[in-house]
Structures are given as structure tokens and as C-alpha cells.
């Protein structure tokens, strides 16, 4: 099976769950992809206080880093990137970690989640400059949408296609600026989804792959850790995104071990079908 390394920007799924990682970015892991890696020429230092907030939510502060967020209008800020797969303002992981609570029930999730019957309103972007999505990627967030709302869970998307996005609580784009492969999404906060989902380099890909990608990272965005946080073993790797305990929280039911077919593994194949497994479900049911 061929894997390219997709690191999914902050799109933090867990237990059984996750794409991109955080926000969290989900990269194809390949061998052959390598030349994929983007230049990261940031050098602006992560004061102490984002650091030791990361830290107490259980993130891999070694991989702390600034960098270009784009929205889909195509202004940009910089913000901090964990893992290349989950990208936040200091602000955001500031409030994260002063709402730390140390309930370890959960596996893997975030300890913030969204509300309890909470109706999500997500839009996919169909504008212009190069950030609407293409029809193939529309195609794979209606079928990402439908994966989450055929289980009748507490909370329930509802999709839209057009430009008005500001009232929306969640937003699917694509962003030309990115060379890699795969998605970037983030954490909730205050009861509501992380609202910045993107997707790049996904052209070459089928409709499934997208599925996979945007259903990844919609997980992170409602609290979702990669299943294999603390090995990267989908990528081909052998580290740790954050120990387990407070940031990763284990979800009762769902393996502890690597689950190679969860749609929240780190790094994606490039013949994945979009679809839960079994261990996804269920911590899904178990948290909404």
C-alpha cells in the first residue's frame, strides 16, 4: 500500500478518530514524497507562557513553531503551529489550557469538546483567488458530512455551498499557497467546533481520499486527537504528539494500541476509503 506523508495541519483526531490534526494537518505518508516538505523560514520565538500553555495541554512543544495561516479571502496571519497538524493562535491555546481539566475517561480526545446538541452549520467555500473547493472536493465534503450525520449523534452538520461564511461555525477551503498534501484543522473552544478547516494538494487524489482528508479534520475540529498520537507510526515514524492523560484523553471502548484503519491516524493512504472503522463509531457515540 502507498503511503504519502500528509501530515494532517492540526486536525487532531483520537481514539479510533482523526485527520490534520489541531489545527491538524494530515500529510500522505510515502516514500517518495519527501521533496514534498515545505520551507519553513519562521524564526520569531514562541514566548515562554505559549509554550508552558501548550505543554500543559500535553502538545509536542518541540515542534512549536509560527507560521502563514490563510483564510479564504486570502489575508493571512501567523499563527503557531504543533506537529504540522494543528494550527492555533496563542490565544486560543492560552484558553485551552487555562480550561485544562483533568478528567482522564475520554480516549483520545481534547478536554475541550462541542456542546451536546449543537446543530453545526458548515459551509464549503466556492470562491474565488484560488480557495473554493473544486467539484471534487465538494463532492468529498458532502460525503464527509453525511459519514457524521447518518450515525444520529448529538450534534448534527449542517451543509451549505457559496462565499458568506462569516456566520458559519465551520469553514472548508482550499488553500493554493500549501505544496504538501492533505488538511489542517484545530481544537474547539467554548462549546463550538474549531472553525478553519483547509485541504491542499488533494487534486491527484480520488474523491475518497478527500472524503478521508475532510472527515479527518472536521474530528479535529470537534475534539478529536489522532489515534496514533503517540507514535506516528501511520506516517512511518516513531514519536510523540503529547503524552496521554489531560490533552489526549483515552475514549472507553476504543484500542490503545495502533488502529490502522481509524480515519484519525496521522498520516493517510492514498487508496483510503473516507469511512470509519468500527473503533471510530464508537468513540463518536461515546462522546456525542
Not at 456542546?115 to 472536493?137: A, C, H, V
Amino acid at each position: 500500500m502507498s503511503k504519502a506523508k500528509m501530515a494532517l495541519y492540526l486536525g487532531l483526531m483520537a481514539g479510533g478518530i482523526l485527520a490534520s490534526c489541531s489545527s491538524e494537518n494530515e500529510q500522505v505518508n510515502d516514500s517518495n514524497t519527501d521533496n514534498q516538505a515545505v520551507e519553513h523560514p519562521w524564526t520569531k520565538t514562541v514566548p515562554q507562557k505559549v509554550v508552558d500553555a501548550a505543554a500543559k495541554l500535553e502538545l509536542n512543544v518541540n515542534h512549536l513553531r509560527y507560521d502563514t495561516f490563510y483564510f479564504p479571502d486570502g489575508t493571512s496571519e501567523d499563527r503557531l503551529y504543533v506537529e504540522e497538524d494543528i494550527a492555533m493562535t496563542e490565544q486560543e491555546i492560552l484558553t485551552l489550557a487555562a480550561s485544562k481539566k483533568e478528567d482522564k475517561t475520554r480516549q483520545y480526545s481534547t478536554n475541550n469538546l462541542v456542546s451536546q446538541g449543537r446543530n453545526i452549520s458548515i459551509i464549503g467555500y466556492t470562491g474565488g483567488g484560488g480557495y473554493g473547493l473544486s467539484s471534487k472536493e465538494r463532492e468529498g465534503l458532502q460525503w464527509a458530512v453525511n459519514n457524521y450525520n447518518r450515525l444520529g449523534l448529538s450534534i448534527r452538520f449542517t451543509l451549505t455551498f457559496g462565499t458568506n461564511y462569516n456566520s458559519k461555525d465551520m469553514v472548508v477551503y482550499h488553500n493554493p499557497n500549501n505544496g504538501g498534501s492533505g488538511g489542517q484543522a484545530g481544537f474547539p473552544s467554548g462549546g463550538r467546533p474549531y472553525k478553519w478547516i483547509q485541504i491542499y494538494g488533494l487534486q491527484n487524489y480520488s474523491t475518497n481520499v478527500n472524503e478521508h482528508v475532510i472527515t479527518h479534520e472536521i474530528g479535529h475540529a470537534i475534539g478529536f486527537r489522532h489515534t496514533d498520537w503517540f507514535s506516528r507510526q501511520s506516517c512511518g515514524q516513531n514519536s510523540n504528539e503529547g503524552s496521554a492523560g489531560v490533552g489526549a484523553n483515552h475514549i472507553a471502548g476504543t484500542p490503545t494500541g495502533y488502529d490502522a484503519t481509524s480515519i484519525m491516524v496521522a498520516c493517510f493512504s492514498t487508496s483510503a476509503d473516507g469511512e470509519f472503522n468500527s473503533n471510530d463509531v464508537n468513540a463518536l457515540e461515546r462522546l456525542y
